[in-house]
């Protein structure tokens, strides 16, 4: 093997495994239990993929035409800079029109300092409709 073919060989392993991170990115999706830790799927592990499926694609045309791609590179840029402010702006929405947390998320610090007193209160009315969608839930 000479150096192209190692070089394509990487991009080719570059592209294989941004595939199969965006493959387990998708089943993140669909096994978390919240807006939040889905958003997290969807962000990081998708962002990683999609780099790392974009920067195999420049380096199999670096290396085998010789052709230095600007759109797979401001591609690369683009989807590293918006993807993650994309998905803390989904979480940040969601938290602020009091999307409830997942059973076992731990305490949560920033709800007395955003929604102030009547935080409590509304928590306490929207842990009442979980407890009774599970119990429906349950009896199904």
């Known amino acids: 093997m000479n150096e192209s073919q190692v070089i394509e060989w990487i991009a080719v392993l570059l592209m294989l495994f941004g595939s199969i991170i965006s493959v387990i990115s998708a089943l993140g999706m669909i096994r978390l239990p919240d807006v939040y830790t889905r958003s997290h799927a969807a962000t990081k592990s998708a962002t990683?993929?999609?780099?790392c499926c974009l920067l195999g694609a420049f380096i199999y045309f670096?290396?085998?035409?010789?052709?230095?791609?600007?759109?797979?590179?401001?591609g690369i840029i683009f989807t590293f800079i918006t993807a993650p402010v994309a998905g803390h702006l989904v979480c940040r929405a969601a938290y602020r029109s009091r999307v409830p947390l997942a059973e076992?998320?731990?305490?949560?610090?920033?709800?007395?300092?955003?929604?102030g007193n009547d935080a409590s209160e509304e928590c306490k009315v929207v842990e009442e409709d979980l407890a009774i969608e599970r119990e429906k839930r349950s009896e199904m």
């Open 104 to 115: 076992g998320s731990g305490d949560d610090a920033l709800k007395s300092v955003l929604f």
């Open 48 to 51: 990683l993929s999609v780099l």
């Open 62 to 74: 670096w290396s085998h035409d010789g052709f230095v791609s600007v759109r797979l590179i401001l």
